[in-house]
């Protein structure tokens, strides 16, 4: 059984992702810089994100049980119908106890099935920080190929960071699929050998 779902935002989504959003620790995780928000901002972004998901689909990642506990966020941003190519706006999964790897991995399969396969996109593309150790990894473990480096193009806590870009393409998400690549083993051995790789260029 899976271990998780996603859908739509609620408007009372916006408690917890306000919670979330206003957390120091849970923004060290994402590219944007921080900055506190009021409650009544909070549910009016939430609002539009449930009015108008043409351009942009954010959905809440619960949990597949009882208590379909909202645990994070994701999205598909910047939808172009023309050039079929769409950003991967990450994912947030603010619960600490549901950080291990697995659900992330569930909810980037979800992603890209519903990129490629529903929205019949053709380029995906993601984007980190360089010090983003961990969004680093996935990323590369999930397929996407590196692109280059935009020097200094995100600002945060007073610091100007590089900016990783990375995409992935349907032809090569559909041959990907075919041999097996999206497997939770072949996934955890790649999470591995990458995560090795990168220290060793850190250090």
Same mark, same amino acid.
């Not at 959905?59 to 190519?85: H, K, P, V, W």
């Given at each position: 059984?899976?271990?998780?779902?996603?859908?739509?935002? !609620?408007?009372?989504?916006?408690?917890?992702?306000?919670?979330?959003?206003?957390?120091?620790?849970?923004?060290?995780?994402?590219?944007? &810089?921080?900055?506190?928000?009021? @409650?009544?901002?909070?549910?009016?972004?939430?609002?539009?994100?449930?009015?108008?998901?043409?351009?942009?689909?954010?959905?809440? *990642?619960?949990?597949?049980?009882?208590? !379909?506990?909202?645990?994070?966020?994701?999205?598909?941003?910047?939808?172009?119908?023309?050039?079929?190519?769409?950003?991967?706006?990450? *994912? %947030?999964?603010? +619960?600490?106890?549901? !950080? +291990? /790897? $697995?659900?992330?991995?569930? %909810? /980037?399969?979800?992603?890209?099935?519903?990129?490629?396969?529903?929205?019949?996109?053709?380029? @995906?593309?993601?984007?980190? $920080?360089?010090?983003?150790?961990?969004?680093?990894?996935? *990323?590369?473990?999930?397929?996407?190929? #590196?692109?280059?480096?935009?020097? =200094?193009? %995100?600002?945060?806590?007073?610091? #100007?960071? +590089? =900016?990783?870009?990375? &995409?992935?393409?349907? +032809?090569?998400?559909?041959?990907?699929? &075919?041999? /097996?690549?999206?497997?939770?083993?072949?996934?955890?051995?790649?999470?591995?050998?990458?995560?090795?790789? $990168?220290?060793?260029?850190?250090?």
């Amino acid at each position: 059984m899976e271990n998780i779902f996603l859908r739509g935002f !609620q408007l009372e989504d916006h408690i917890l992702i306000n919670k979330w959003r206003n957390d120091p620790e849970i923004q060290k995780l994402v590219s944007t &810089s921080f900055k506190y928000v009021s @409650l009544d901002i909070e549910k009016e972004w939430v609002r539009q994100k449930m009015m108008d998901n043409r351009k942009d689909i954010y959905l809440a *990642i619960c949990l597949n049980d009882e208590s !379909q506990q909202m645990i994070g966020y994701t999205s598909l941003n910047n939808i172009d119908y023309i050039n079929r190519t769409v950003i991967s706006g990450g *994912i %947030v999964i603010a +619960d600490k106890k549901y !950080q +291990d /790897g $697995i659900l992330r991995f569930e %909810v /980037g399969l979800k992603m890209r099935e519903l990129a490629f396969l529903h929205l019949n996109m053709n380029r @995906l593309t993601a984007a980190c $920080i360089k010090e983003h150790f961990i969004s680093r990894v996935t *990323i590369e473990a999930s397929g996407y190929a #590196y692109e280059g480096c935009r020097r =200094q193009a %995100v600002f945060k806590n007073g610091t #100007y960071h +590089d =900016q990783l870009c990375y &995409s992935l393409l349907r +032809d090569e998400y559909f041959n990907k699929l &075919s041999e /097996g690549y999206y497997t939770i083993r072949a996934y955890a051995k790649r999470i591995k050998n990458i995560s090795e790789r $990168i220290k060793n260029e850190i250090n």
